[in-house]
């Protein structure tokens, strides 16, 4: 098989990213009892839970309305998952092919 060239290969790896990127937006949240007696929600973050004691929930679920008029209120000035994925992506660095050299004169 032939080697594959640079280009060939970050377009390679960008096709799988974007297909596990995919794979994570169709997942569904899914809730566990952790260790210590609270409530985890997978699913929201791409790698850690959201985890709250019982009490915590129920005082965030009791103020719901509250948090979406907040959350209304300043959706100008909130970020989102999109945005940060495309900051990202625009502030990745392909590395160069061509190699610098420096002479030490003695």
Do not use: C, H
């Amino acid at each position: 098989m032939a080697e594959l060239t640079l280009q060939e290969q970050i377009a390679k790896l960008t096709a799988e990213n974007n297909a596990l990127k995919a794979d994570k937006a169709d997942r569904k949240l899914s809730f566990k009892v952790s260790e210590k007696g609270a409530v985890s929600v997978y699913g929201l973050s791409a790698r850690f839970p959201v985890s709250l004691y019982g009490s915590q929930w129920d005082t965030l679920i009791a103020n719901v309305p509250a948090l979406k008029a907040f959350i209304d209120a300043n959706r100008a000035r909130l970020s989102t998952i999109e945005q940060k994925r495309a900051a990202v992506a625009a502030a990745t660095v392909v590395p160069s092919t061509t190699v610098a050299s420096t002479e030490v004169k003695a």
